[in-house]
């Protein structure tokens, strides 16, 4: 695959879904970047990404390596759907589509976020990680 300059396009949505692994279309942008020639323009291949692996038993030099030799999204999702162990994609949407802010801890949200108090529909990690986004707070 080709690299990507996150600092012109930002990686695909929280919530987008490839191969039954949700966040894994998000991952395959934040690993093009990291290719020579590419910029994660400050994403990091940590957090949800590398918990998303480290869940579907794949290390992130052999997923990074399934991403450079692949000719598309659909060479990685077979690559994800061959390497996974059992049950980790199921584990890990399960957690990260239920995963509270902070936790559960909305107080300490709200300390570290103050605008996040006029928002109470964002309860979610991921709502607030592609809120943030969207409204140029931070990246991930």
């Known amino acids: 695959m080709e690299p990507l300059d996150l600092s012109k396009a930002r990686p695909r ?6 191969a039954g692994v949700v966040f894994l279309p998000r991952s395959i942008d934040k690993f093009r970047a990291a290719l020579p020639g590419g910029n994660l ?11 998303m692996l480290e869940n579907l038993g794949i290390s992130p030099d052999d997923f990074q390596a399934a991403v450079l030799a692949a000719q598309s999204d659909g060479d990685v999702a077979s690559y994800v759907r061959e390497h996974a162990v059992a049950g980790g994609a199921d584990a890990w949407n399960t957690w990260v589509l239920n995963r509270e802010l902070y936790g559960g801890d909305r107080a300490e949200a709200i300390a570290e976020n103050p605008w996040l108090a006029d928002h109470p529909e964002i309860r979610l990690s991921l709502d607030l990680l592609q809120y943030k986004e969207d409204n140029g707070l931070d990246d991930d």
Do not use: D, P, V
């Open 41 to 51: 323009a400050g994403y990091s291949l940590e957090g949800f990404t590398g918990y």
């Open 13 to 18: 949505a929280t919530r987008a879904e490839l």
